[in-house]
Nanobody, 125 residues
């Protein structure tokens, strides 16, 4: 069964770091673009970062530039989101998703077709 599974979420203090993982099973990530999205309570889902795996091009939301880094390990069929200097406003459920690596809208959730179940990130003192 093809699926994406996120892990690595948790509770962290402001200024701390977490690394989220998105592991694919049942299919390969090597030809797809992968995005990380988040949704806080009573807010719309927003794109955080994406990586086009055929070019390596990365895209980031302005709110996380310089703090978050998306990367991939094709051998492990896994994509990561390294989150540093976390802020309370980063608190949300984080999801990874895949799409074909063509076109535009790299941080637009409507362009992604397969989603994981999400992992909770809470930034609080």
């Amino acid at each position: 069964q093809a699926q994406l599974v996120e892990s690595g979420g948790g509770l962290v203090q402001p200024g701390g770091s977490l690394r989220l993982s998105c592991a694919a099973s049942g299919f390969g990530l090597g030809y797809l673009a992968i995005g990380w999205f988040r949704q806080a309570p009573e807010k719309e889902r927003e794109g955080v970062a994406s990586i086009s795996t055929n070019t390596g091009q990365t895209y980031y939301a302005e709110s996380v530039k310089g703090r978050f880094t998306i990367s991939r390990d094709n051998a492990k069929n896994t994509v990561y989101l390294q989150m540093n200097n976390l802020k309370p406003e980063d608190t949300a459920i984080y999801y990874c998703a895949t799409r074909l690596p063509h076109g535009t809208g790299w941080l637009d959730s409507d362009t992604y077709t397969r989603w994981g179940q999400g992992t909770q990130v809470t930034v609080s003192s």
